[in-house]
């Protein structure tokens, strides 16, 4: 009878680790993270048809210094991830320490680029009561020069780049319009 009594607790207590209910001391999987997102824009509230929501994570200020601009009062930056037909798009938002500084910023990020052979690199542009610059760059796919277009802009004290893996950029624009900014 005491052996029984004793059975009772221990089944109990395999019942609960097989099931899950006791806290592992690691993550036994991967872990998706909520980013703090004083960087708003990045997730959008209403996403245009078509477009599929993927996630969102943070920047590190030395990727955004590398990859966009190496620039002093970068705050914070992420980046939101959208797919259309297959192909990914982006929208990274950087949070600067001042108005002067996301203007700074786009200067500096436009300055990286080299003059197109023929054509023009930057073309403004206005949406959402903001001017933006579409700058065209090209990449080698399938052994042809095919087009990419960026959307960039500054709202307060925030830069807004939006991007994709596309030739057109009335996508893209479609994209940056969503954010609202």
């Known amino acids: 009878m005491n ?8 089944i109990a207590l395999l019942l609960v680790a097989v099931s899950g209910c006791t806290d592992p ?3 036994t999987g991967p872990t998706v993270e909520t980013p703090d997102l004083s960087v708003d824009g990045v997730v959008l509230e209403t996403v245009p048809e078509g477009f599929e929501y993927l996630g969102v994570h943070d920047l590190e200020i030395d990727t955004v210094k590398t990859s966009y601009a190496d620039v002093e009062g970068i705050v914070n930056a992420s980046e939101g ?19 002067a500084a996301a203007e700074e910023l786009i200067t500096q990020y436009k300055a ?3 003059p197109l052979a023929m054509g023009e690199r930057f073309t403004a542009a206005s949406f959402n009561e903001h001017d933006a ?5 090209y990449i080698t796919a399938g052994g042809e020069q095919v087009p990419r277009y960026h959307y960039v802009w500054s709202n307060e004290n925030f830069v ?13 624009l479609d994209l940056a319009k969503a954010t609202g900014f």
């Open 160 to 172: 807004f780049l939006v991007k994709g893996n596309t030739d057109d950029s009335a996508v893209v």
């Open 112 to 114: 990286g680029f080299t």
């Open 133 to 137: 610059t579409l700058v065209m760059k």
């Open 3 to 10: 052996m029984k009594l004793l059975l009772i607790p221990f």
């Open 81 to 99: 991830i959208y797919n259309l037909d297959s192909v990914d798009y982006f929208i990274i938002a950087i949070e600067m320490e001042s108005s």
């Open 25 to 27: 001391a690691e993550p």
